[in-house]
């Protein structure tokens, strides 16, 4: 019955109300439709076909039993639902993920959070950023996706170094 009351009551009564917008407020509107390469690294197809193959192949990893897809899997938003992930020496996906016995790998430090648009790390309110200098990983410890690439390979609780 409010509702029926609320949908007739006179629109031009009403007021428009302006928020105030703190200057500090970062207000993002949709992503670019292309992304930016480094100067010294410029994107070409075969690169883009060569990173979605690696992406998935476990060749990389010290014991090849992991891919980058491991951790970071389409299905689960290219992201991993444990609060620490468990990387080399382990069977199962998701949440069923267990290390394999014997084991003498630790458990990761961090979990493995989503992967999506990380090309556009560091952008600002202008939509402008540097691939050169993006900040990769929640600790800051890449300073680029060309640089971010290699460090689970060498850690190795990760990709077994």
Known sequence: MLFVFWSCKDKAS????????????IIFSA???TVKSPVNNPLTKDKIALGKLLFYDPI??????????????????????LDVSIGTNAKGFGTKKEFNTPNSIPFVKRNAHT????????????LEYNPESSPMFLNLRAKSLEEQALLPIKTLEEMRG
Not at 14 to 25: F, G, M, R, S
Not at 115 to 126: E, H, P, R, T, V
């Open 14 to 25: 009403e007021k428009t109300i302006a928020l105030p917008v703190d200057k500090d407020t």
């Open 115 to 126: 992967i999506l648009n990380i090309a556009f790390n560091g952008m600002g309110q202008d």
């Open 60 to 81: 990389l990893s010290g014991s090849k039993d992991v891919a980058c897809a491991t951790c970071h899997h389409p299905s689960t938003g290219y992201a991993e639902f």
């Open 31 to 33: 992503l670019p439709r």
